[in-house]
């Protein structure tokens, strides 16, 4: 399993983690990926997930990078302590890793959140802080509100069906060393994938170099520069032949033949400032999210 840099800070992340969401697999999977290299979990407290994963990592905690995330509607100053301290319980464990807002609030203002995530690194419960599903003015805005810390990553969607981020976060993050955590990297499952790979353009590089669609796909987003990610899977085989997409490189002409091949979405500038308003007006009117 190759390793890359967590954004500046000298510590090495697998660039192949396992994601949680969804998670049904029980302790096996999770402990198979982790004595395969994949020593990178990421979980959230609205997953439902921190407990198997805790149990995953009973005894072998320190040789695991623990992600985990805080729900918008705990980003007050006391919830996210309160939040930090349940997910800590949830994890057995007295650290995490990576602490990273979920979604953005824009009731709560953002200034407020980051004093409450650096107090958290103050009082060692917490080593690095993330973001998840921000953009690149979010992230500006989110850096700008810390003193003493640096945001070290954005868990966004990507996938070499989903190239959203490619029109403007991938390029901030790799010009500003932050680590973007590719989720959704299989596009949450191999059909959808193939949905849209209509000429099997997958299956043509898999054939040429001997390793699965799946493990193309997930190679092909970790050969971006400051790109991991993180696939979710129930089953032990899965886990283990995602392992196998980390230790070879695509060739550059296999990367070209995929990037222009595949069919992919790409929401435009318009389209995710819609989500992002329509988000904002499920905030307002108090819905739980
Ligand atoms: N920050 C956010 O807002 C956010 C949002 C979504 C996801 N995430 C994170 O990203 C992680 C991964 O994303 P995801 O769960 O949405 O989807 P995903 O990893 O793209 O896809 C998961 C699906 O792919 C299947 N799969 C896994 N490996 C496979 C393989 N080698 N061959 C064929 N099928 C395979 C899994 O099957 P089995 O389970 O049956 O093995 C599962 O059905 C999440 O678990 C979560 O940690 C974060």
Not at 59 to 86: C, M, W, Y
Not at 181 to 188: G, M
Not at 216 to 224: E, G
Request: charged share 25%; proline share 2%.
């Amino acid at each position: 399993m190759n390793c890359k840099e967590l954004s500046q800070t000298d510590v090495k992340i697998p660039e192949i983690g396992l994601g949680t969401w969804n998670y049904e697999g029980g302790v096996h999977p999770l402990r198979t990926g982790i004595d395969l290299g994949a020593r990178f979990i990421d979980t959230a407290e609205s997953y439902g997930t921190e407990e198997v994963v805790g149990q995953a990592t009973k005894g072998i905690r320190d040789n695991v990078f623990l992600a985990t995330k805080v729900r918008p509607r705990h980003f007050r100053r006391a919830d996210v302590i309160k939040s930090a301290e349940q997910s800590l319980k949830r994890l057995n464990t007295d650290y995490i890793d990576l602490y990273q807002l979920h979604w953005s609030n824009y009731l709560v203002p953002i200034t407020e959140t980051m004093a409450a995530m650096e107090e958290l690194v103050e009082m060692g419960k917490i080593r690095f802080i993330g973001v998840s599903n921000f953009s690149v003015r979010e992230i500006r805005q989110a850096q700008g509100a810390l003193s003493k810390n640096k945001i070290v990553s954005v868990q966004v969607r990507y996938s070499v069906v989903d190239r959203t981020v490619e029109r403007d976060l991938l390029e901030y993050c790799q010009t500003n060393r932050i680590t973007l955590i590719a989720f959704s990297p299989l596009d949450l499952g191999m059909n959808n994938i193939e949905r849209y790979d209509r000429d099997d353009i997958l299956g043509q590089v898999a054939g040429e170099v001997g390793k699965t669609r799946a493990q193309v796909a997930l190679n092909w987003c970790i050969s971006h520069d400051a790109v991991v990610a993180i696939p979710k899977a129930n089953q032990s085989e899965h886990v283990r032949e995602n392992c196998r997409a980390s230790g070879w490189q695509l060739e550059p002409a296999q990367l070209k033949v995929l990037d222009q091949g595949v069919h992919f979405r790409q929401r435009g500038a318009l389209e995710s400032a819609g989500r992002r308003l329509a988000r904002r007006i499920v905030q307002t009117f108090g819905r739980s999210i």
